[in-house]
């Protein structure tokens, strides 16, 4: 087991990094070996160093991190700090060109972008990424491990690069995982999945769909047969496009994401049944809560590095609602990355998250 | 075509009553003619009369309202302002009680609640209503009307009892009746309709759930496969149980809601073919918008009498999402019983709605 | 008395326009006249016409504004429609431009913007206009009449400029007027005005500021000491400086004002003396409600087109609060404007606006 | 310096009680010694023992909350357990009761309601105590100390009583007391508090105030002159009624506290000189955070146990407003009570709160 780590976490401005800096800060393992925090070149503003992060965050400012700066990003600044592990809280492309030489210098990379997240070439063409196709960025995928711990433990394990997963990729993709593994599930009858998530996914942009005008006392649906996260869900759980439709909603509230998905099941279960299939599945994971009698509400899930799952099964015994519950900002994305750091160490998976 | 007529309203102290009292009073056809406005019996408040209506809903004050009451309910009252049309803003329960009475003094009665909606008696042992299989309850029953113009507008217009629909039912119907009336829908296939509602739906009553603190930066889910509008769904699509889920979910949001509704088609379909069908359908009805190219939103039918339908049709051509909009408490509750009222009286079916 | 008038709003694509063609829609006076709705020149997509006015608003489609388009603005289209009456809903440097030509050309003008508002040139300063000094401005300057009708009722209805007061400084002028102008506050102490507005004070445009993320769960100070609504507070109260200090704030809701204000009177006061002052002053303003025993709340404002005021006195009786709430896009802007027009054409002042 | 005490939380059920419990759980000093927890006793379902603490919090489920429930209150049971610091997050009756047997059993008292916090009777006398002026009363009130560390960390060290302050008191407290105790400010002139807070203030019973659809897209001024804060502003900061104001209102937002407060100060001031009061002031308290340049927000402060302190002084010199923010659950609660814990234990102030 080893010891503490130097981090550092690139593209700390925005919502995401804000709450990755605010848990390995308090990680217990990290006491004293604060990560380097650095800007996202593609950002004037980011890129010039010297400002305090409380500056970036007033939240985070206090006495434990007077004096943390944010940092001009360089290949020499992480050397210089012996940084062994590499957090990329960046856009998607700047991602996919940083990776293989953070590999190259010896780093382990848990990347938060879409960049690596996908093996299937047909799936990741929706990013329409430059590098698609050369043989440097097929090297790089084939070593990534999609950061899911509840499915991939192992693989994290000694993975160098994890791809940390979508934050409705997550949601959905853990309160299917159970059922679908068992067979359960009716693939050719399909699977609803309406998912809700709070502003703080559509990023720190100011855009007319950020506005607060538009996002606040309202609700709508967007990107349905088209998020860019379906990807993640065929190649996670083995479905075929037509066997799920997925919509995202944009909720009027912060944080949170609430997924209801719908499934027939091939033949009669009992809520026992499932009940029990879900608690054996995830009985080594600690950061997912089953729900019993209730379903889970947003507002017990943000705030929390926890994944929330719960289901009503239909009075004739076939189909099933299943909800889903996460802070996006969390398991969703922060948390999740830390949770795998904790892996990739070997130490506690919760460690740091409670 | 008649002119002005005598109306009333029970039950005006609720959200929705307050909203049936502002469209009575701007009615063009109803200028100089306000409704009579009374409290519920089972309420101490409410039955005492002499209220000033300004003070229950403070933001209906004004020039045009001073010196209109809250007067005590009782069938004189009713009887010596020649009220002609009766609204029921009231529960359930009263609903059942006083209609037949009111009937029998002459009246036509529009009735918000969910009492007289559903012609099928075991869709309405939900409600358990004390007088279930009674002669008169039977008979009642028989001559009521589900107010929904855009279906029902011929036997609206003689109607003396008019049932106005549940608001999530409305939502889901009006987006459903085009698409299942033509045959297009894999009804064995099934359907999901995931529906959203705004707070107000929960009504004024303080309870946990619509403590501030419950709803507010929360979404949850409630009432899967149980929902007591389900039934209206089932009589007026000429469905099966088995053939649709409905789960609704409570929105951190005062009024509206979104239904988000998945079907699959026997056949390809085109986005024109499909666009077309709603169209034709929805002809001759000016309280229903569709939404061409985009998807319609809470915020764009709030504050307004309007029904809003767009659909994306999937890549496969074989399934679609369906979004429907309203505001729970106009096209979900009081504009629905104006525009019952506009069909029962002959007038213009828009009017005192735009 | 005059009859039907041909209206025009320029910059109707923000938050106040939207309210303002739905008021001009549905007044009386103006069926069948829809005002020519032109986008605003500095803008590309505005500039170019032909774009459905429910397009632009989606919550304003109906069949009442079928074929309604925004149009590209010229002053041949004004004149070509006989456009009397000029509603600027355009940025301060636009209206500082415009409205000479348009007073030139025998239009009257309302202009929602800050361009007229300030006869003081020192008040004026912080809009740092180009035209500031030159003959030309001063000239029309001279023309101009601050556009609240309770004040200056009688110069408004002759008038051919009409600027159109600020929504902060609405709400406090209205709120202190009564009081001052009775000679009984201490203006020496001073006068403290805690002014909160919901977001769609803040524009259109997509800011940091107006970020979901910013804005939601939140409640920032600005602009203490130098919001540029302060002068119309000096002239309009005839205040020094030195004796008043506003401080406004971002509320977490769409629109709404509440202000919180805080006098100290010469002597001793009775609750029924001063609510009389207010009822006195206000007899003939039928946009303005007092309230008795309770204070206003913005709840009971918005979506009206009143400014709501209340007040309570101090147990010592030498001081007291005032609390004043309107909606900020009504008559804190264009509802506002519509009365200004009612004034204006010899029309009821609260037609279209109840 | 003592090591691990026994401590145990009653009335868990609330808000605060929530946090509470959240903060005990992860401090360092209390790894392994988790609060003993119990229900209030006036509450039928709170005294009935047994129910898991995730059940009552789901937040809080994880585990590290395993195992944990409320208890059915008793002396037996605090004896048992050893108990030596008793949170109370109790009504205000029920502190009155309960304190002085709790400290006849030798606990000490960090009683988070408005119980204990006032020194002179005519302050008290707003909460109309049963024991009011009774001998015992009397000698308990002598005792006890007003838990603001930043005023009275001494005798909190040595207190057995300590009296957590009211949320809105805090706010504005410490944004006074250093300027206060300077000299500085025109007390004859008068100071304004104009304070705004999250529902959570308002506590967990559903009222008509705490309705979703009254507090939403709403403000509301409240207790003008009367809000029983008001004794501790006087006693803390040696004010007469006549020399302040302070008026409460009700944002609609979950949780956080926002103080405007306007002074004037006897001579012209540098805005250099106010700040470094300010730091002097509170250079060793590491729960206050002081912003130069902005002004703090609420969305800086809560979720964090800090209060955030900035001010902006007057072209003038002579007037200022002061902006206070923190989180009413925690820095207004709960992180206040167990930072009391902190100095009276010895502890380090700041230890679990970062």
Redesign the interface.
């Known amino acids: 087991m080893s010891s503490a780590v130097q981090t550092a976490v690139v593209g700390v401005t925005g919502?995401a990094g804000a709450e990755l800096a605010r848990l390995l800060l308090?990680h217990p393992r990290l006491k004293g070996a604060p990560p380097v925090f650095a800007g996202r070149v593609d950002s004037k503003d980011e890129a010039r160093g010297g400002i305090p992060l409380a500056e970036i965050h007033?939240?985070l400012?206090?006495?434990?991190t007077a004096g943390l700066k944010l940092e001009s990003f360089s290949w020499e600044l992480l050397a210089s700090r012996g940084v062994q592990v590499l957090f990329l809280a960046t856009p998607h492309e700047q991602s996919r060109q940083w990776v293989p030489e953070a590999l190259d210098r010896g780093m382990r990379v848990i990347d938060l972008s879409g960049a690596w997240r996908l093996a299937d070439g047909a799936n990741r063409a929706i990013y329409n990424f430059d590098d698609e196709g050369t043989e440097l960025a097929d090297a790089i995928q084939s070593q990534a491990v999609y950061g899911l711990p509840e499915l991939h433990r192992e693989q994290i394990a000694d993975a160098r690069l994890v791809a940390n997963p979508g934050c409705y990729a997550t949601s959905i993709i853990l309160a299917l995982k159970p059922l679908i593994a068992t067979g359960l599930v009716d693939l050719d009858?399909?699977i609803?999945a309406?998912s809700?998530s709070g502003?703080?996914g559509a990023g720190?942009a100011?855009?007319?769909k950020?506005?607060?005008?538009?996002?606040?006392?309202?609700?709508?649906?967007?990107g349905?047969?088209t998020h860019r996260h379906t990807g993640e869900l065929l190649e996670q759980i083995a479905l075929d496009?037509?066997q799920i439709?997925f919509?995202p909603?944009l909720?009027?509230?912060?944080r949170?994401i609430?997924s209801?998905i719908?499934v027939?099941f091939n033949t009669e279960q009992t809520t026992e049944n499932i009940a029990k299939i879900y608690r054996d599945f995830y009985a080594a994971s600690?950061m997912v809560?089953l729900y019993n009698r209730t379903?889970?509400?947003?507002?017990?899930?943000?705030?929390?590095s926890?994944a929330?799952i719960g289901f009503?099964l239909?009075?004739?015994s076939r189909?099933a609602?299943i909800?889903s519950c996460l802070d996006n900002l969390l398991k969703g994305a922060s948390s999740q990355a830390v949770q795998n750091l904790n892996v990739m160490q070997g130490w506690g998976e919760?460690e740091g998250l409670?």
Chains 1, 2, 3, 4 share one sequence.
């Open positions: 919502y308090n007033p939240q400012a206090g006495s434990h009858h399909g609803v309406d809700k502003v703080s720190k100011p855009t007319a950020t506005h607060f005008m538009y996002a606040a006392d309202n609700l709508s649906a967007y349905a047969f496009k037509s439709v919509t909603h909720l009027p509230i912060p949170g609430l209801t719908y027939r600690p809560r379903l889970p509400q947003i507002q017990f899930s943000v705030h929390t926890y929330d009503q239909a009075p004739d189909r609602v909800v919760a409670q």
